[in-house]
Structure formats: C-alpha cells, structure tokens
Nanobody, 112 residues
Framework: QVQLVESGGGLVQPGGSLRLSCAASGITLSINRMAWYRQAPGEQRELVAAITIGGSTNYADSVKGRFTISRDNAKNTAYLQMNNLKPEDTAVYYC??????WGQGTQVTVSA
C-alpha cells in the first residue's frame, strides 16, 4: 500500500522560507517521477515542480529561482525548499508520485 505523508507547512511572513517533506512508503521515489502540486482556494490544482527518475527538474514559471525540489533516496523522502515566499504562494501543497499517488496535502500560508 502506497502512503505519502507530507509535512512542513505552516504560516510564514512574506520573504520567509519553508521546507516541505514528502515521506513515501510502499513505493520507491528514486525510480518514479515525483512532483509537488498546489491548489489555492477557488483555483485549479497546478504543478509547482517535478523531478524525474534521472534527476531532471522543472518548475512553474512563478516559482523558478525561489523553489527547489530534491529527493533523498536513502530516506525515500522528497522535499520542496521554498524561499522568498509570496502571498500568492498560499495554497495546499500536495506531493504526487508516479502520476497516480497523492499525499493528503499540507497548508502553506504566506501572510504578514
């Protein structure tokens, strides 16, 4: 049974940083595509960042240069380092593995 457990969300001031984690069990992250999505209230879920099996990454234009996706194969855990956060980054963030499996989501709120 695949389980993805996200953590690291919270309330942060504009310009601050957070690191989200996605701990996986029942599936090996190193041999699957892994991605972070987010969904703001009233909006569609959107891709934030993705990392391929080979380690290639891609980012939404809105987060390029501020967010970094990474993966620790030994811990079977993926991360999203988010720097210089903006109010428009406020959303529920979800990890996704192999296109099919989703975590429960973690709330990120950027507000003064």
């Amino acid at each position: 049974q695949v389980q993805l457990v996200e953590s690291g969300g919270g309330l942060v001031q504009p310009g601050g940083s957070l690191r989200l984690s996605c701990a996986a069990s029942g599936i090996t992250l190193s041999i699957n595509r892994m991605a972070w999505y987010r969904q703001a209230p009233g909006e569609q879920r959107e891709l934030v960042a993705a990392i391929t099996i080979g380690g290639s990454t891609n980012y939404a234009d809105s987060v390029k240069g501020r967010f970094t996706i990474s993966r620790d194969n030994a811990k079977n855990t993926a991360y999203l380092q988010m720097n210089n956060l903006k109010p428009e980054d406020t959303a529920v963030y979800y990890c996704n593995v192999a296109w099919h499996y989703w975590g429960q989501g973690t709330q990120v709120t950027v507000s003064a």
